[in-house]
């Protein structure tokens, strides 16, 4: 097979996509980013996988790797390189129900996941969008609309198949190359291709769902009983602040899930919530798990939404922090602001047990913009609550550099994920996105 990259292996015949064939207008882009790949290889198998590499190798091809493509920071395309898409390879097997272990292959999404779980009573915490694709969530870390009850998806992660840069296709547990694993889990980016993962889910059906919202105060008083409350919380219960501005009255709208059916337990874990100051319910409800990342979700990412984001953690919600939170939606220029909540079973890992190291936070702070404002109004509206915040996840940034880096892989964990991408990626031929 000849194409303007030139002869391509025979393994690879109809698997790669050019411009001018008809399925590439949506296959260039992702959910934020719109760009004009020289190729796009849709892989069916790790040996498909491992042959893309070697082609992007040796055409000297920038090289994208995609499992959903909803990711900020629109590293799963490129201009005039190659884009291994993976969302052929989304196969999702109960292993062992006795002790929950699924294998999920990389390019499925969330909502797909969900969808397959449902018949065995099980799930995974796994963010908060359905046209997530595994791969790029569970190699970075995971908060979900469970994570106070299970933990990041990388903390049940028991081993991931994976193909290195050089094309080696290697399975990376406990017992078998156990740094590969530990990069994995928070860090995968750099280090190799996760082509399907065996994840340890939980006995879960239905949730209690909860929409609140609340009037924020000025001084943000409220916003810091959240933190408190959240703080204090039973872990099933996880929380989501959108907070944003009606003229110069800040308004946070709350989701709140709860890893019950039971309603009493329902009550009792939205009840200090519901005793805050200015908060009403909007619904409240019981729900099946895939609700809450539905099908309905899945589209195709055509570069629909252009954004600037950052984000940082705290360990809790000071008097100046919260003052700084209402200060950025009430400011000259539109930014969204959201909370999701941390804490429980999310910080029960020791900091050095996997890539992701921020096990005493109890909140993730998310700022965006959204045309026509763009990276400057950000900044602005960012540097008034910076000094607050400790640390970033490196899912919710769209313009990663080395700062992002020594903030989401601080001290000891970066100089050992820096190794360990050298050790896998000598070469660095993966995303650029991914080096630091």
């Known amino acids: 097979m000849t194409t303007r990259l030139g002869t391509v292996p025979a393994g690879l015949t109809g698997k790669i996509v050019t411009e001018g064939d008809p399925r590439y207008a949506l296959l260039r882009s992702t959910y934020t980013t719109v760009g004009r790949p020289a190729a796009v290889i849709l892989a069916e198998s790790a040996d498909d996988v491992a042959a893309a590499l070697r082609l992007a190798r040796e055409r000297?091809?920038?090289?994208?790797?995609?499992?959903?493509?909803?990711?900020?920071?629109?590293?799963?395309?490129?201009?005039?390189?190659?884009?291994?898409?993976?969302?052929?390879?989304?196969?999702?097997?109960?292993?062992?129900?006795?002790?929950?272990?699924?294998?999920?292959?990389?390019?499925?999404?969330?909502?797909?996941?969900?969808?397959?779980?449902?018949?065995?009573?099980?799930?995974?915490?796994?963010?908060?969008?359905?046209?997530?694709?595994?791969?790029?969530?569970?190699?970075?870390?995971?908060?979900?609309?469970?994570?106070?009850?299970?933990?990041?998806?990388?903390?049940?992660?028991?081993?991931?198949e994976v193909v290195l840069p050089d094309g080696?296709?290697?399975?990376?547990?406990?017992?078998?190359?156990?740094?590969?694993?530990?990069?994995?889990?928070?860090?995968?980016?750099?280090?190799?291709?996760?082509?399907?993962?065996?994840?340890?889910?939980?006995?879960?059906?239905?949730?209690?769902?909860?929409?609140?919202?609340?009037?924020?105060?000025?001084?943000?008083?409220?916003?810091?009983?959240?933190?408190?409350?959240?703080?204090?919380?039973?872990?099933?219960?996880?929380?989501?602040?959108?907070?944003?501005s009606q003229g110069n009255t800040p308004v946070a709208s709350i989701t709140a899930v709860v890893a019950s059916d039971k309603p009493a337990t329902i009550q009792q874990a939205l009840q200090?919530?519901?005793?805050?100051?200015?908060?009403?319910?909007q619904q409240a409800q019981v729900?099946?798990?895939?609700?809450?990342?539905?099908?309905?979700?899945?589209?195709?990412?055509?570069?629909?939404?252009?954004?600037?984001?950052?984000?940082?953690?705290?360990?809790?919600?000071?008097?100046?922090?919260?003052?700084?939170?209402?200060?950025?939606?009430?400011?000259?220029?539109?930014?969204?602001?959201?909370?999701?909540?941390?804490?429980?079973?999310?910080?029960?890992?020791?900091?050095?047990?996997?890539?992701?190291p921020h096990r005493h936070h109890k909140t993730l702070v998310i700022a965006s913009t959204f045309p026509p404002y763009g990276r400057k109004a950000l900044s602005t509206a960012w540097g008034a609550f910076a000094p607050h915040v400790d640390g970033a996840y490196v899912n919710f940034e769209s313009h990663p550099d080395m700062t992002t880096f020594a903030r989401a892989y601080p001290g000891p964990t970066g100089a050992r994920v820096r190794e360990l991408w050298k050790r896998y990626d000598p070469d660095g031929i993966l995303h650029r996105s991914a080096k630091a």
């Open 60 to 160: 000297n091809l920038p090289l994208a790797v995609r499992s959903g493509g909803h990711g900020l920071s629109g590293s799963a395309t490129n201009d005039n390189g190659l884009v291994i898409d993976l969302s052929a390879m989304r196969r999702v097997d109960v292993l062992d129900r006795g002790t929950r272990l699924v294998r999920v292959e990389a390019g499925a999404r969330w909502a797909q996941v969900a969808q397959a779980l449902a018949p065995h009573a099980l799930a995974i915490s796994s963010g908060d969008h359905g046209n997530v694709g595994v791969g790029g969530l569970t190699t970075a870390g995971g908060i979900g609309w469970l994570v106070r009850h299970y933990g990041l998806t990388i903390d049940h992660v028991r081993a991931v």
């Open 168 to 244: 080696t296709q290697v399975r990376a547990d406990a017992a078998t190359e156990p740094d590969l694993l530990w990069v994995m889990r928070g860090a995968g980016a750099g280090a190799g291709i996760a082509v399907a993962f065996e994840i340890e889910a939980i006995e879960l059906r239905d949730v209690g769902f909860a929409q609140l919202v609340m009037r924020v105060d000025a001084a943000g008083g409220n916003l810091q009983r959240w933190g408190a409350v959240m703080a204090a919380a039973p872990r099933a219960l996880t929380t989501a602040v959108m907070l944003t």
């Open 272 to 281: 200090p919530l519901l005793d805050i100051r200015g908060i009403a319910v």
């Open 287 to 356: 729900l099946p798990y895939p609700k809450l990342v539905p099908p309905a979700h899945l589209h195709p990412n055509t570069g629909q939404m252009p954004t600037h984001t950052t984000n940082g953690l705290f360990a809790g919600i000071n008097r100046e922090a919260a003052r700084a939170l209402v200060k950025a939606v009430t400011g000259r220029d539109p930014v969204l602001i959201q909370l999701r909540s941390l804490g429980g079973a999310a910080n029960d890992l020791d900091p050095d047990a996997t890539a992701y």
